[in-house]
């Protein structure tokens, strides 16, 4: 969010950007597409929070640095995007945004867009510092001890959450309220906290209410459990297992899922980060930072490390590879092939050294 008032862009003012018109069949159809008197190709587009925009559609250059070996190499290249020429926030004018990049899982994001040209991998990944910040990469990263889930078909980035464990132990709840037949978890770096669906959230409230409450003032602040404490919550709450379809796992340790509200004559306030949901549970922005969070579309799967993100990322250009099962490769059927060459002449060798001292026997006895 900015304080200030961001200006217009003005296309006039660029020499290479111009209006998609409305006779573009690829892009100026479907719901919410119009037209302008200008002949211009239009979207309104109607925010969860009250907010609205109207743009119009340009195409425009994006430049990019790509990282190969310890060299940059700048590239550039047009992709389509929307321009707004009018918006109402649904709150004060500080809130309003300067702009929103289009990651969505569907063909006019921009990460779709620059993939289908080969620009980059099919793939992105973003790392958010604890204490904001962070970086966001157009490529495949280069970071061992991913753990991947396999994404739930769909527009949004959803995977198959299975069961929640807190200190090892089971949370009480119906595998199938997280099911992909629910729509699944979410994982939006979009949402601030983190959501659970209502039949779930009470048993892992619960659960950890229990462990917890020897050493904490309880009560409930604005939707969500909060704890009033003079130690260190850091000690005293439990880790946190998410499971996910594959056999991956999300921990979160207690920084990763409290938020800190103030401190009073030496006791602290917190808060869950964790919101009833009716709808479906979201992994927000919380939970995910000090991680790297790779969206690998190629492969349709969601995978994430722990990581500090105040560090570089290592990058590859290349596209990601196959999890589908491969056939041996050629190399190891050469292998086969050449070990067993090297075989069949060693006991060709062995029966011509055997021939040899049989005729060599013959000859000394007929010589005798």
């Known amino acids: 969010m900015l304080e200030v008032h961001p200006s217009f862009f003005d296309p006039s003012t660029s020499p290479t950007s111009g209006f998609i018109p409305c006779s573009d069949d690829q892009i100026c159809t479907g719901v919410g597409i119009g037209c302008s008197a200008q002949n211009h190709c239009t979207y309104t587009h109607q925010y969860k929070d009250g907010s609205w925009a109207l743009v119009d559609y340009l195409t425009d250059l ?26 109402q926030s649904a709150e004060s004018h500080t809130a309003i945004l300067d702009g929103v990049l289009g990651l969505g899982n569907n063909q006019m994001s921009a990460v779709n867009q620059l993939a289908a040209k080969g620009v980059i991998p099919f793939v992105f990944a973003h790392c958010f510092k604890r204490t904001g910040g962070g970086s966001f990469v157009l490529g495949q990263v280069v970071q061992p001890n991913i753990m991947y889930t396999p994404m739930v078909p769909g527009a949004n980035y959803r995977v198959e959450l299975q069961s929640i464990y807190i200190t090892e132990q089971p949370v009480p709840i119906d595998p199938q309220l997280f099911g992909a037949n629910n729509g699944g978890t979410l ?16 048993p892992f409230v619960n659960a950890i209410n229990q462990i917890v409450s020897n050493n904490v003032y309880i009560y409930n602040g604005e939707g969500r459990q909060c704890y009033a404490s003079s130690s260190s919550v850091f000690t005293i709450f439990p880790s946190i297992r998410l499971n996910f379809a594959g056999g991956a796992s999300m921990i979160l340790q207690p920084i990763d899922y409290l938020v800190h ?42 995978g994430w490390t722990d990581y500090d993100c105040s560090q570089p990322i290592d990058v590859s250009i290349r596209k990601p590879s196959s999890t589908k099962r491969h056939h041996p490769s050629r190399h190891f059927h050469w292998t086969i092939i050449l070990l067993f060459s090297v075989l069949s002449i060693l006991f060709l060798l062995l029966l011509l050294l055997a021939v040899l001292a049989c005729l060599n026997y013959v000859q000394q006895h007929m010589l005798e």
């Open 261 to 302: 509200q103030d401190s009073v004559d030496g006791t602290s306030h917190w808060c869950l980060g964790f919101f009833k949901s009716e709808k479906m549970s979201v992994l927000g922005d919380l939970l995910l930072k000090d991680k790297i969070v790779v969206y690998d579309l190629t492969n349709q799967r969601i």
């Open 62 to 87: 994006i430049h990019l640095g790509k990282n190969v070996g310890t060299s940059t190499i700048n590239t550039s290249t047009p992709i389509t995007f929307g321009c707004a020429t009018h918006r």
């Open 187 to 202: 994982i939006d770096s979009g949402t601030t906290m983190g959501y659970i669906v209502m039949e779930a959230y009470d």
